[in-house]
């Protein structure tokens, strides 16, 4: 899944360029690109379908040169992550008659990259022999976030364990009772799952898509299936998969992983996975920092910058856009950038 | 005077672009335009004589194409202003046997031209009838700046008046005497005198200087003018007009002006003259400013700045260059540029 735009990382990500096509942590590899080679071990080149939307196409090719074209399937608008797995799962069994699938966002850290080709493929054997099972990986919290929805188990063991229940983004004090429950894992958007047991998942909860693309199931595969694809899309619902289909289900599983992961969704992520100078700055680019504390500091190749007596703020440079900010404010830059 | 590169205003000025050739206030007009066309009632185009370093000598007739380029003297270095004045001096006499000489910096702000038209109009009348005085014009101080060196008269009468002496840039406890005084006015570094004046006065104040000159004296005018400076020239004291000449001569003469003057050397003084939003601030270029206050934001044409959460900070993007700091602290710049 590589079709967001990443508001939150204005002006590093835009529209003409979303996050995952970026390396904000200037690691020499975009988001997109470390996603593909995370799983190449797993997964051969030839079996992974690049959903996204029709503007980044292109993109992804150019980050991704070893995917053939028609690899990279393309939403005409944004339907949120259910029709966009739909569509996948389709073109999947347009294929081949069964599938073993892990969906995944494009634009995630993961730093243990071993440990996280393990867990997914325990994970895949999982739902290859548990067919009907839904899966989704699970990551031990190392802190009361905020930001992420939890998935809660009744008992905590090692490897695949039934959830329980999904919770939405807590509060502090709710994520702090989490971490200390032991029983609640982030939940990282990453799903395994036979191709048979999300269709049928689809079917009972979602059956108003099935029936959408049901239409034109002979045509995924062929050239005829952007046409359908452009002309049904706008019709699906607009909703998640964890809404969607994860919460009404009975067959899910988890596992609490433990392989260095962030969504790096915010500023402030990016600011902790970053390497800090001895002022608890994290800076790249050419600049000198004069009097500044606990700051980010991301300046575009081929620019120079001076940051003085700045506490706890952010000061990004990209693509003719110069971000000045509070890091305690940057939820809000999505209403910022609306008013430029 | 156009030599100088105005490291002040870093990113905005810089040795490529100094602050003479920029359009800092958003007026339309350069500061190296704006004072041409200032003088131009009063000293018609052919008589003007631009003195700069030898790199900015194109950006000038870019500037002022109404200039004949042997009209624009390239200094090979810089040496303060007794040396930029004297070259100039011979150029001139190398033209005509007598001359009444105004000497401009080319970087001030001036919002009353007439009035400036009418108090430069009337001193070199003064110095063409009075053929020994040297002149400064003065501005009647508005607040108890520090950063300007004052003259001092002995007593208060409109028009010329003899100055007393010149005080260097006071302490603020100083400056605030100078102005309950009356008798202290801001020195412009506008000077006006006849070419005998000025010609005397350097040879009983900087006759060394002048030794040097007179061994060229008949190649002034010549096409052998500027490889004799560029021989000549290094040899020069490194001394001011006002230490070199001003201070050491006994004909000098002033007057109290008011015509809205300002040397904008800093970018305090910027954000005093711009125009200021609701919240005090003084913006230029696509921004959008969110919770700040009494700062200056200065952003290039084409690119676009979203400054939030800030109070009393300067925030600068021009030419590849990002300025982010405290306006308190905007004396500093010089040796953050060393840094980067």
Redo the contacts between chains.
Sequence with gaps: MAGGIGSRF?PLSKDNCPKQFLDILGTGKSFIRATFERFLPVVPAKNFVVVTNAAYKALVLEHLPELRENQVLCEPMRRNTAPCIAYATYHILSQCHEASIAVTPADHLVTNEREFQRVIGEGLDFVEHKREALMTIGIKPSRPETGYGYIEVDEVRDGIVPVKSFKEKPDLETAKKFLAAGRYFWNSGIFLWSSDAIMNAFKSHLPDMVNLFDEGKPLFGTDKEQDFINRQFERCENISIDYGVMERSHSRYTVAADFGWSDIGTWGSLYTHAAHDGAGNAATG?A?L??TTGSVVN?EK?????????DH?L?A?RD???????LD?EQ??KH??E??
Excluded: F, N, P
């Design positions: 204005w050419h000198v004069v009097d300046i081929g620019y120079e910058a001076i940051v003085q007596g700045m703020c000061v440079l003719h856009s110069l971000l000045v900010c509070r404010d809000q830059i910022w950038v008013k430029l």
